[in-house]
């Protein structure tokens, strides 16, 4: 995701289905825009992908990649952060770096709280709502 997308911006998007975008937020030039439950083949996704330099093969080939792996979203940055699924209203994410975690940050990516590392590269990371628990159902409190 971060070789697709230009330096100075970011964006998250989540795939309810083929034709249809959660959410899809981008950050650039200093401006936030929020789409929700909008149509992939609507003039509001074409304007952001716009944006981007994308396009609507981009975003399929995205959504394809995705469902390969069984996700639902994507978030570039580093970590890029995958959505595996949604929970209540947190999610389940896939922490995934571009090279090996120094020893420094692996401590942080392995809390066993909001994070649970998986392999030097990738943790797997429960992001809490705005209401419920904030860390792994599991995790000792």
Partial sequence: MN???????????????AD???????????????????????????????????????LSTLKRR?????CISIRNGTPCQIGFRRSRMGMYF????????ADSVKEDYNDSCRY??????????????AIGPQCFEDHDR
């Fill in 3 to 17: 070789a697709i997308v230009p330096a100075d911006k970011h964006v998250f998007i989540e795939f309810e289905d």
């Fill in 20 to 58: 249809h975008l959660a959410i899809f937020e981008l950050e650039a030039n200093g401006k936030f825009t929020i789409g929700r439950d909008i149509n992939t083949h609507s003039e509001k996704t074409d304007s952001l992908l716009n944006v981007l330099g994308w396009t609507q093969q981009t």
């Fill in 66 to 70: 995705l469902d390969k792996a069984n």
């Fill in 94 to 101: 896939y922490a995934v770096f571009d090279k090996a975690m």
């Fill in 116 to 129: 649970i590392l998986h392999n030097e590269k990738v943790a797997l990371e429960y992001g809490g709502g």
